[in-house]
């Protein structure tokens, strides 16, 4: 296990019972939970489909890819 966890104030009811989770292997990822409110957060991984990776390609003055690179790994 690479990644760190701990204890912070929650950022809804301030409570200090917010626990944290963080790690950078084999991304960046965190998550949390409040156990008196319920609060929670976490990083969530998915894929977009060719129009949108396409659609954001243009934003960033990209020209646009006939189909998305083979992934070699999943995570």
């Known amino acids: ?30 998550s949390g939970i409040c156990m008196d409110c319920g609060f929670h957060y976490e990083t969530v991984t998915g894929h977009y489909r060719l129009t949108t990776v396409n659609q954001l390609r243009k934003d960033y003055d990209l020209q646009p890819i006939a189909k ?6 999943t995570l």
């Open 1 to 30: 296990m690479s990644g760190s966890s701990s204890v912070d104030s929650c950022p809804e009811c301030d409570s200090v019972n917010m626990h944290v989770y963080s790690d950078w292997k084999p991304i960046d990822s965190v």
């Open 68 to 73: 998305l690179r083979k992934r070699v790994r």
